[in-house]
Antibody, heavy 122, light 107 residues
């Protein structure tokens, strides 16, 4: 059974840092692109960042570019999101989402975790 | 970036009703449009991919159509487990973008 499980969410002060992790199981992790998406309270889903199966290419939303870094360790079946210079508007539930292949126009997010809550507040 | 809009933002329906949700893209995205279902506290779930293909394991009462800029998700006969929020997402270009969601609740 495919599973992705996020961890690392916490309360952090503005300007602070946090690292999220996503542990994957039930599929060949190194064969699939992975992504982070988020949902702020009362808002819709927002794609945040993605990384190809090899880790060689990364993508970011403009809202997080230069502050967040996505990475993966295929030997540990784990995806990461390093978040720096956090702002109040980064407050959200952060989801890890597996892609059904690598980046193609026909791609979709076929498995998601339940999310981890990041709250940025003083 | 491609902007996605949805209508309505919410709707009230009864079990057995036919429900239609509309999604519009700010530019043509061919058929690169996916639909997701989300329930409170649970992981989002893909229902429809490339506009009209049913994800394995999703009941056949769900269907999708459209191309270009206008798309629809239809639930032919609403079931109790279908009360949820539905979001569209374009995969035509990065950054991927989602619609704001349509909440389906009990009438």
């Amino acid at each position: 059974e495919v599973q992705v499980l996020e961890s690392g969410g916490d309360l952090v002060q503005p300007g602070g840092s946090l690292r999220l992790s996503c542990a994957a199981s039930g599929f060949t992790f190194s064969s699939y692109a992975m992504n982070w998406a988020r949902q702020a309270p009362g808002r819709g889903l927002e794609w945040v960042s993605g990384i190809t199966s090899s880790g060689g290419t990364t993508y970011y939303a403009d809202s997080v570019k230069g502050r967040f870094t996505i990475s993966r360790d295929n030997s540990k079946n784990t995806l990461y999101l390093q978040m720096n210079s956090l702002r109040a508007e980064d407050t959200a539930v952060y989801y890890c989402a597996k892609m059904n292949g690598d980046y193609m126009r026909s791609s979709n997010f076929d498995y998601w975790g339940r999310g981890t809550l990041v709250t940025v507040s003083s | 970036d491609i902007q996605m809009t949805q209508s309505p933002s919410s709707l009230s329906a009864s079990v057995g009703d036919r429900v239609t949700i509309t999604c519009r893209a700010s530019q043509s995205i061919s058929n690169y449009l996916n639909w997701y279902q989300q329930k409170p506290g649970k992981a989002p779930k893909v229902l429809i991919y490339v506009a009209s293909s049913l994800q394995r394991g999703v009941p056949s009462r769900f269907s999708g159509s459209g191309s270009g800029t206008d798309f629809t998700l239809t639930i032919s006969s609403l079931q109790p487990e279908d009360f949820a929020t539905y979001s569209c997402q374009q995969s035509y270009s990065i950054p991927f973008t989602f619609g704001p969601g349509t909440k389906v609740d009990f009438k």
